[in-house]
């Protein structure tokens, strides 16, 4: 996940779509190897939300203990997460990197899945975009927000650089 936001116009977006909803410790796996590729721009998940109590019927309020609402970590950031992961969408330097993401899908994951290039990310801002973000929003992060989360709920890591050893000099 590159800083340099100006890259997007050349990049490459794509999405792995496997045949099975990831399990946490799959998806986990995934991003955290996925997280070590450098070229990445942006990446968002997607699937269907995981609710955190009944909506309806007799148990109306009553919290859902679901089995895939676990907390993941990706590098020093521990994420809970609120949806089934059906789907990862990639923005990419170049095609070099997009083959590095497409072996890296071919070790992780135990199933088949779709590899596709398109136009997955939006690189203007939308109305949502406007309203949740503002007019000077950073374009990483344009398209990528939910319209039915509170601003509060917004997850955004950064890829952190590698510390160098300061005792190198000495």
Known sequence: MSDSAS?????IQIEIFPIRILS???AQKLL???SQIDGILRVMIQGPRLPEKVSYGPGTGEK????LRKPIRIGDQVIELKISVGRIRLEVANAEVKEKVR?????VLPFSFEFREGH????????TDYAKLGPKADPRLLGMVDPKAKINQLVFIEKQEKEEDEDKDE
């Open 7 to 11: 890259n997007t116009e050349n990049s």
């Open 103 to 107: 072996s890296t899908c071919e070790k």
């Open 24 to 26: 946490p410790d799959t």
């Open 64 to 67: 859902v203990e679901h089995p």
């Open 32 to 34: 955290v190897e996925l």
């Open 120 to 127: 997955f990310l939006r690189k203007k801002p939308t109305v």
